[in-house]
């Protein structure tokens, strides 16, 4: 079985100040990992995935990610962030081997970045 | 990219009365969908697995009497909450995996269901 922990369930943070969202899993298998972002009232968006390959995975917006194995470790950074960042953000895993696409998600974080 | 669209985007029921929700994958063919439950402020909790032309499969603690599910088609799974009570109240959101592309769901925008 998997579990996702998000270490912090609020993350205040100025405009244009860098920013990370910690987020840990436990798995006994492979896994791969997301970050999704949501706004209110609104479905989830998928922000950026884990599948194999560079530890270090980026997004269109400028957020980034780094997969840490021995660390079991996902956290997610963005180097100088904008108001409209401001939401809902979940980590999630999902077993990689004989993937069937459930996700196990962490408790959320809200970031709020202030003017 | 691959659209997924819940209908209706709200809803405000009587206790007692039942509700279904839809999910539709627009563009593309889901073998299996997934409804989740977020209670407001909480995380997304998985309560059933929806495979095209099968039952569903519940998660513990998840009343498949309460919450029926079907996927009669690769695009289309509907969750129907049956003789709903307050305590139902919540936003209900699925999401569709691409038949190809098996490492990534899709959500839709979310159902939120108010019981009065």
């Known amino acids: 079985a998997q579990s996702v922990t998000q270490l912090d369930s609020q993350v205040p943070v100025f405009e244009e100040a860098p920013v990370e969202l910690r987020c840990n899993y436990s798995?006994?298998?492979?896994?791969?990992l997301f970050w999704y972002v949501q706004y209110p009232n609104q479905g989830l968006q998928l922000l950026l995935k884990?599948?194999?390959?560079?530890?270090l995975v980026e997004s269109i917006n400028g957020f980034e990610a780094e997969f840490n194995k021995s660390q079991t470790s996902f956290h997610l950074r963005k180097p100088s962030v904008h108001i409209s960042d401001t939401a809902e953000y979940f980590c999630a895993v999902s077993p990689g081997s004989g993937n069937t696409g459930k996700l196990i998600f962490g408790q959320g974080t809200t970031l709020q970045v202030k003017p | 990219g691959a659209v997924v669209s819940q209908h209706p985007s709200w809803v405000i029921c009587k206790s007692g009365t039942s509700v279904k929700i839809e999910c539709r994958s627009l563009?593309?063919?889901?073998?299996?969908m997934f409804w989740y439950r977020q209670f407001p402020k909480q995380s997304l909790m998985l309560m059933a697995t929806s495979n095209e032309g099968s039952k569903a499969t519940y998660e513990q603690g998840v009343e498949k009497d309460k919450f029926l599910i079907n996927h009669a088609s690769l695009t289309l799974s509907t969750l129907t909450v049956t003789s709903a009570h307050p305590e139902d109240s919540s936003f209900y959101i699925c999401s569709a995996r691409v038949r190809v592309l098996g490492t990534e769901a899709f959500f839709g925008q979310g159902t939120r269901l108010t019981v009065v």
């Open positions: 563009d593309f063919q889901a073998t299996t």
């Open positions: 884990y599948l194999s390959g560079s530890t």
């Open positions: 798995s006994s298998v492979s896994v791969y």
